[in-house]
Structures are given as structure tokens and as C-alpha cells.
């Protein structure tokens, strides 16, 4: 290991509280932190003001009060190539992508990561909750200390070779601790509101954002045995297992949707949160990754989220053939959404994550899912 | 690590004696100038002072130089002034694609306005042709707008001949020659221009100060509401240090200009020369023969120039890619995507350095170095 006032650390900050304060514990370590903006869309609110550069001018506070060098990289053209076509991509074919999943993939750990190290950088650090360790040789990525912001569902298509060259300041801190020490030190960004929701949306109407983009087809919502209960207004708008926003009153259980079909343009709605059509027992997943390096030949048992901030359910991994894998659960799962990411974990250390595309009951395919 | 400065277009160190000129009128001189007692005659008789000396120097008389904030204000004083003023004459304006903000914007306002705006384009070298100032112009055209040296490039503009075309035509010509002013010998009378905008903080003086020529006869509408400061052309107390600053740094250009000329040639010639040595494969983006001293763009094939400014800034160098930023980060030059095309590689991957006060022939021959070292890694 290099001293480290000799090694260069690039941070990407998003002018949040969370880069702030990773940039201010490595500085505190003594290494040589020059702190990088990433503007990846762009976006003007309803005052003209393009909101990258409100983000930017806390990266420059915050900088200036580390005394930190702070630049800013330009990657709009990548992550409209690279994540949002995807996304739209994704939405068309009726599935509901994780646009995050690919950015930190595409964006984050590799455009971004490319320009850190055509800086001369050692490792490029970010706000991210989660942990490196190296064990045996091998790098293995851990959940955050703080298991309620822990961020390895986003992040489980890292590498080797990229996780050999990450730091995660944030790891080993509670949230509470983050904001504690943002405000002990009176950085700029300390009392800044969390971002929410998907980069690019911001805070705005998914609804409206999404149909700016994509043209809305309204159809019929149907029962799985075909009667007609409404209207909808555009698949692309639902997700499995969502109550909001279906209209449909009328006495019982209230409706939640169970499936989509695309081909058609149908929205299957069903009666009650554990509606039977909502559950599976596995799922086939394609573009794996795995953190470790090695791919697992073997079926083995392991621990799985299938959405971020859920508990993890323990499921048994087959590799199929042309890059495949089946994930059978323990336990029926409900709400197995294709385009969505599987994530394995043993313990503490994400295996690594792949995307869904089918949803098995009974060994068989569910067709109703998109 | 020394730092170098190779940014003097975007701004420059300010001059020892400058300082030491404003700080006694810091010091002694707070007067009003527009105070009906000794201490206001006191400020009033520095203002007067810099105000004629600055307009000898460009053959000037005094009336015919304001004190602005700066280059923009000057700018924005010159085209927008003028228009509102002389709207029964016309709305029509001619400038060019490759102006600075201050001046691009200024007409974008004015054609949200309801004037209409011919923006000429340049060729591969940088230039307008005054053919196509000759073509854009009607009847109905109030303004011409033409950079005397462009920012970016360093590429100077036919101003005298554009001049010439509209002698016994009603538009007025205004330059903004905040490039040119430093190296270049200005005479309003052989010039043939109406309004020029000058800054301070790019010829060593302070910053927030710069000025408009405007010839006697020019009618323009203030800006500003406010006192009567100026002729009524701009209202607010004057920065009376600042003036003092501004004629100081003009007097030493004024003394040093040929000097000055010489060795920015010198370093650029030396900067390129060890480019070369190096063997780092570069273009200068615009014609070479008619460049300013001390600007020079280079284009870096296969370089991105957010990667070359945050590197070279890492290894201790300042440059610039010479075009403005968004939330930081560097969006495709309009100068260069006008005299290339705006897809074209070169608005990406191209380098603006500029030589100046802070530098001496061993920082260059160093600068060099470094660039060349930061290219090589990329490479």
C-alpha cells in the first residue's frame, strides 16, 4: 500500500450529503482527494435553473471547505445510450427496468471510473453504503453496516477488477452518523435533502415524465379470466403488485395488478394483496455478474432480494445453459417483476445479481407477467 | 509542484504598479465624485484624469469613454443601447457566430425583442469574410457587431476593411476588443469604429472595470436607471480606485505593447517547438499568420478536453478550453463548432493557452512538458 498522501483518490460527488462526507473522511486519511461532479442529464426545473448546477454548486462548497480540488465530467451522451435507452427499451417490452442497477454498471463503475483513472487516480470513491474487503485474495463486496441504506442491490454488476479499485467511506457508518458528522463539520450540504426516486425524474410526476417519451396505449383491465373491469392507461404506468391507482371500487378485497400482457395490451387485475396469480416459486434471471469473479458451475443455497430495501429469502441457484439461471425459493414469493434485478448474498457478501426475465410456478413459465 | 498560469484570455495577475497606484487612492480617496465639496472634486479628479488619458491613448476625446463594470456591461451597453435607441431606423443587426457571450446573448435578447439578428459564419481559419457582411447588409440595419480578436482562437477579424464597407451606411459598428486591446495599437480615427468595449482585468488592471468607446454622435439609451453619472449613460457611484487601476495598466501596456508582443510570440513559438520535440501529435485550430500573440488553441486528436484541463490542472497547469461551462462541465466550443462544423472532433479535443504577465521562458519550456507527459499517459 502506498502512503496516502501519495495515493489519489477521486471522488464522485453529487452534491449530496452522503459524497460530502465520503470526500471528507478520506481527506481526514491524508490521501490526495480531488472530487469529480458527474452531469449525466439534462435538466431545467420550472425557475430555468438547470438542476446539475445547483448540485454543482454544492460540490464546489463543499470542496472549497475540504480544500480539495473539484472538476466536473460530462457523461449525458453515455447515459442516454447506455441507461436510458434501456430504460425506455425495457418499458416497451412491458417489463419494469432498474435504471440504477445500470448506471452504476455502464456510468458509475466504468465510464466514470475510466476518466478517475485517466486522472492518475489510485481508487475512485463514492457515497455508496456499502463494503470492500479483500478475503483470500479475492475482493468481496459486503452490505453496509446500516443494513436500512445498505445500496448492494444497485450494486451487485461490480467486478473484481472495478471492486479492486473502490472505496466506500460510507460502509461502516450508520445514516445518522453520516448527517452527524456533515454537520459537526458544518459542510454545506449537511441538512440537504436526500434525492429520491430515479436520477433522472427527480422529483416530478413518473406519469407524465414517462409518457414525454413514451406514447401511452390505454387498454383493458381484465380479470386472468377475462372480465372486464376498467380502463388503464398504458402498461407501461404499472407495476406487479400495485394497489394505487386502478380505479376499481366495488365491494371485496381491494384490486391489485397481477399481470400484463403485451401482446394484447391487457392489465390482469386481481382481488387482494396475497392474491394467488401474485406468487411464484422461481425465476429465470440472464446477465449475471458476479462479485468474486468466479462463475458458480454447481447449484448451491444462498439468500436473495428480488427489490431493494427488502428481507433477504432464502433460494436455491441452478446455472443453465447460454447464461441462464433458475433461482427456486424457499418460500412462494409475490411480485416477481422481470426487468428487476436478483440479488444473491451469502451472509454479509453480495454474490452478485442478474436480471430477471421469467417467473416460474409449478416449474412452468407464468405467461401473465409481460 | 510549481503552478503555472496559462489562462491570461480568461483573466491576468494584476500589474505590481497598478497596486501600488490604487492603494493611496484607496486609502486618501473615498469622495463621491459627484459630491459638491472638496472630498467629491478630490475623487473627481482622478476619474477625469484616467478618463482622458485612456481615451488619448486610442485617439479618443474624453466624452466618448464610459466606465463600465466590465467587458459584458460595455458589450451590453454597446448593442442593446444602440438598438433601443435607434429602433425607428431599423431592426436589423448583423454579427457573428463566434462572439463572446456577452455579445451572443445580448442579441438573442434582442431578438426576443422583435429585431432580427444575421449571424455570419467564419471560415476553417476562424475568419468572417467581409463579403458577407456586405451581402447581410440592408437598408434597415442598425448595428454591426464584430470581435476584433476572438477569445477562443486568437483569430483577428478584418475590422478596418468591415469599417470601410460601411462608411455613408446608417448601422454603427461596434467591437469588442477585450482580446485585442493588450497587444494591439488601437486609433479610434484609423479604426472607423463606433463603439469598442474594453476590460481591465485582461491587461493586468483590476477587475470590475472596463470601459465603452462611444463617438461623439452615437446615440445609445442607458442601461441602468439611476443618477447621472457618465453623461447619463451609466448611472452609479464610479469606482473611483478602480478607474485609477485601469489608467495605470494602460499606460504600461501602452509603454510595453511591442515588448509584450515579442516575447508572447516567443512563448509560443518555444510552447509549440517543444510540443514538437516531444513528438505530441497537435493542430493549431485557426489560421497561425493571423492569430494574436498570445493565444493559441491546439487541438489534441483523440483527446477529450474535460480529461486534458482536469489533467493538466492536476500537474499544475492552468488552461482553458476557452467556452463556457455548464454545471462545470466543458460543452462543445460555438467558436470552434462554427469554424468546423459542430459534430466535428476538434470542438471536443481542443485546448485553449494563453500567455501573458505570469509567465517567463522557463514556465514555458516546463508547461510544455508537462502537457506533453499528460498527453503521452493518455495516449
Not at chain 1, 472505496?167 to 454545506?188: C, Q
Not at chain 1, 458476479?290 to 427489490?307: H, Y
Not at chain 2, 481559419?125 to 476584433?148: C, F, P, Q, Y
Not at chain 2, 451606411?169 to 477585450?178: E, K, L, M, R, T
Request: proline share 3%.
Amino acid at each position: 500500500m502506498k502512503d496516502p498522501k501519495d495515493t489519489r483518490v477521486v471522488v464522485g460527488m453529487s452534491g449530496g450529503v452522503d459524497s460530502s462526507v465520503a470526500a471528507l473522511l478520506l481527506k481526514e486519511q491524508g490521501y490526495d482527494v480531488v472530487g469529480i461532479f458527474m452531469k449525466n442529464w439534462d435538466d431545467t426545473d420550472e425557475f430555468g435553473v438547470c438542476t446539475a448546477t445547483e448540485d454543482y454548486e454544492d460540490v464546489i462548497r463543499v470542496c472549497n471547505q475540504l480544500d480539495i480540488p473539484y472538476f466536473a465530467v460530462n457523461f449525458e451522451k453515455q447515459y442516454w445510450d447506455k441507461v436510458f435507452t434501456y430504460f425506455l427499451d425495457e418499458y416497451k417490452k412491458g417489463r419494469t427496468p432498474n435504471p440504477d442497477v445500470m448506471c452504476n454498471k455502464e456510468i458509475k463503475f466504468k465510464a466514470f471510473m475510466d476518466h478517475a483513472m485517466s486522472l492518475g487516480a489510485d481508487y475512485l470513491a463514492t457515497g455508496h453504503y456499502a463494503q470492500v474487503r479483500v478475503h483470500e485474495g479475492t475482493y468481496e463486496m459486503l452490505r453496509a453496516v446500516d443494513h436500512n441504506k445498505d445500496q448492494t442491490y444497485f450494486l451487485n454488476q461490480l467486478s473484481q477488477e472495478v471492486l479492486s479499485k473502490v472505496m466506500f467511506p460510507l460502509g461502516h457508518l450508520e445514516k445518522k452518523e453520516v448527517r452527524a458528522i456533515a454537520e459537526e463539520h458544518g459542510l454545506a450540504t449537511a441538512k440537504k435533502k436526500d434525492s429520491t426516486g430515479i436520477c433522472f425524474i427527480g422529483e416530478r410526476n413518473f406519469k407524465e415524465f414517462l409518457s414525454e417519451y413514451l406514447p401511452a396505449q390505454p387498454g383493458n383491465m381484465e380479470t386472468l379470466d377475462g372480465e372486464i373491469k376498467g380502463e388503464h392507461d398504458g402498461l407501461m404506468y404499472y407495476t406487479l403488485g400495485q394497489r394505487q391507482g386502478l380505479g376499481i371500487g366495488g365491494a371485496g378485497d381491494p384490486w391489485f395488478v397481477v399481470g400484463k400482457n403485451v401482446a394484447d395490451n391487457i392489465l390482469y387485475v386481481g382481488q387482494g394483496f396475497h392474491h394467488d396469480a401474485l406468487y411464484s416459486d422461481g425465476l429465470i434471471a440472464s446477465e449475471a455478474s458476479w462479485t468474486r469473479g468466479e462463475v458458480p458451475t454447481k447449484p448451491f443455497k444462498c439468500t436473495a432480494k428480488f427489490r431493494y430495501r427488502q428481507e433477504d429469502s432464502g433460494v436455491t441457484v441452478y446455472p443453465l445453459e447460454d447464461g441462464q439461471w433458475k433461482v427456486m425459493f424457499d418460500e412462494p414469493e409475490r411480485a416477481i417483476t422481470p426487468g428487476q434485478a436478483v440479488v444473491l448474498y451469502d451472509g454479509e457478501v453480495c454474490l452478485g445479481g442478474a436480471t430477471i426475465d421469467t417467473v416460474l410456478k409449478d416449474h412452468e413459465a407464468i405467461n401473465y407477467v409481460g | 509542484m510549481k503552478s503555472i498560469y496559462l489562462d491570461h484570455a480568461a483573466t491576468s495577475p494584476v500589474h505590481p504598479n497598478v497596486i501600488a497606484e490604487m492603494m493611496p487612492v484607496y486609502k486618501e480617496v473615498f469622495g463621491n465624485p459627484s459630491s459638491v465639496h472638496q472630498f467629491g472634486r478630490k475623487a473627481r479628479r482622478i476619474l477625469d484624469e484616467g478618463r482622458r488619458r485612456i481615451a488619448y491613448g486610442i485617439g479618443a476625446n474624453e466624452k466618448e469613454i464610459v466606465f463600465t463594470s466590465g467587458g459584458t456591461e460595455a458589450d451590453n451597453l454597446a448593442i442593446i443601447g444602440t438598438a433601443r435607441a435607434n429602433i425607428s431606423k431599423g431592426k436589423h443587426i448583423i454579427t457573428t457566430t463566434i462572439e463572446h457571450h456577452a455579445t451572443l446573448h445580448a442579441v438573442e435578447y434582442l431578438e426576443s425583442q422583435g429585431f432580427e439578428v444575421t449571424y455570419l459564419p467564419v471560415n476553417e481559419n476562424g475568419r468572417i469574410h467581409v463579403t458577407d457582411v456586405k451581402d447581410a447588409l440592408r437598408e434597415d440595419t442598425i448595428l454591426v457587431s464584430i470581435m476584433m480578436v476572438n477569445n477562443e482562437t486568437g483569430v483577428m477579424q478584418p475590422i478596418n476593411e468591415v469599417a470601410e464597407l460601411l462608411q455613408g451606411h446608417q448601422a454603427y459598428f461596434h467591437s469588442d476588443i477585450v482580446q485585442a486591446y493588450g497587444l494591439m495599437d488601437i486609433n479610434v480615427t484609423s479604426l472607423g469604429v463606433d463603439l469598442m468595449a474594453v476590460s481591465s482585468h485582461k491587461i493586468n488592471g483590476p477587475k470590475g472595470i472596463g470601459f465603452l468607446y462611444i463617438r461623439e454622435g452615437t446615440i445609445l439609451e442607458s442601461l441602468q436607471y439611476g443618477g447621472e453619472q457618465e453623461r447619463k449613460r451609466r448611472a452609479g457611484t464610479e469606482n473611483i480606485p478602480a478607474v485609477k487601476g485601469l489608467q495605470t495598466a494602460v499606460e504600461i501596456i501602452e509603454a510595453e505593447r511591442s515588448t509584450y508582443k515579442e516575447k508572447y510570440l516567443h512563448y509560443k513559438e518555444l510552447f509549440l517547438q517543444k510540443l514538437k520535440e516531444e513528438e505530441v501529435p497537435f493542430e493549431v485550430n485557426g489560421s497561425e499568420e493571423s492569430t494574436i500573440e498570445s493565444i493559441v488553441n491546439i487541438s489534441f486528436p483523440g483527446m477529450n478536453v474535460e480529461t486534458l484541463l482536469t489533467n493538466f490542472d492536476l500537474s499544475g497547469i492552468a488552461a482553458s478550453s476557452g467556452s463556457a461551462c455548464t454545471a462545470g462541465s466543458v460543452e462543445p466550443s460555438h467558436v470552434l463548432s462554427a469554424m468546423f462544423g459542430s459534430e466535428h472532433p476538434k470542438t471536443t479535443n481542443s485546448v485553449r493557452f494563453s500567455f501573458g504577465f505570469a509567465n517567463n521562458e522557463e514556465d514555458i519550456v516546463e508547461a510544455a512538458t508537462r502537457v506533453s507527459q499528460v498527453i503521452k499517459r493518455l495516449t
